[in-house]
């Protein structure tokens, strides 16, 4: 089993583009998530989607949108990048029907917007 | 909404010496949390606490929750350099962490 999987792990954008950052489990997890972690910060939840078909803001959902493709992917898009964009980008996945189930984490795409 | 606070933010030690963070929650909550993350890493799930007042222990780590469950607390007995990392908690629902706190161990 792969995971959480992210796609793509580096990606350099300039101010005013767009992107989308895809993410893939193979866990059949029902709920998944969107973080951002900034140098030295911990991590703060953008989106999340309890289950196929709903999503909802976290904490900064501002400049984001996320649409929950199917049960495995969850996908975060930046319509317009700016400078403070710039963060490593965590995706994770639960088993939301398991209640206290933990998260599993991907890898990370790290993001730089100039 | 729910909040969790963490401190300290970092902690330098000397290998061998021990280390504890602590986690506090505004309202109480059904359970807890803890995560590692190495430096350059994703976080990784170490453990979930439940009851109130429980202890839960993996070799070096004992975990803690509060009587109350609005705090937690992780101790490192005799921290070695593998325990370098950022160390979060996390309350229940939608998943909401602390800060962190950033170890680093001196050898």
């Known amino acids: 089993n792969a995971g959480v999987t992210q796609t793509p792990k580096f990606q350099v954008l300039k101010t005013g583009q767009s992107m989308t950052l895809q993410c893939a489990q193979d866990m059949n997890h029902n709920s998944m998530y969107w973080y951002r972690q900034d140098p030295g910060m911990g991590l703060r939840l953008i989106y999340y989607?309890?289950?196929?078909?709903?999503?909802d803001k976290g904490e900064v959902p501002n400049g984001y949108n996320v649409s929950r493709l199917n049960k495995r992917e969850f996908s975060l898009r930046l319509e317009s990048a700016a400078p403070s964009q710039t963060s490593v980008y965590f995706c994770?996945?639960?088993?939301?029907?398991?209640?206290?189930?933990?998260?599993?984490f991907g890898n990370g795409t790290r993001l730089t917007v100039t | 909404g729910q909040q969790v606070m963490q401190i300290p933010q970092y902690q330098h030690v000397q290998e061998g010496e021990d280390f504890t963070t602590y986690c506090n929650s505004s309202t109480t909550l059904s359970n807890i949390q803890w995560y590692k993350q190495r430096p350059g890493g994703h976080p990784v799930f170490l453990i979930q606490?439940?009851?109130?007042?429980e202890v839960k222990k993996q070799k070096r780590l004992t975990f803690q929750f509060g009587e109350a469950k609005k705090n937690s607390s992780l101790h490192i007995t005799a921290t070695q350099t593998t325990d370098v990392g950022t160390y979060f908690c996390a309350g229940q629902g939608d998943m909401r962490f602390g800060a962190g706190t950033r170890l680093t161990v001196k050898p």
């Open positions: 994770a996945s639960r088993d939301g029907h398991r209640g206290n189930s933990p998260l599993h």
């Open positions: 989607s309890a289950s196929e078909g709903t999503t």
């Open positions: 606490l439940v009851k109130s007042g």
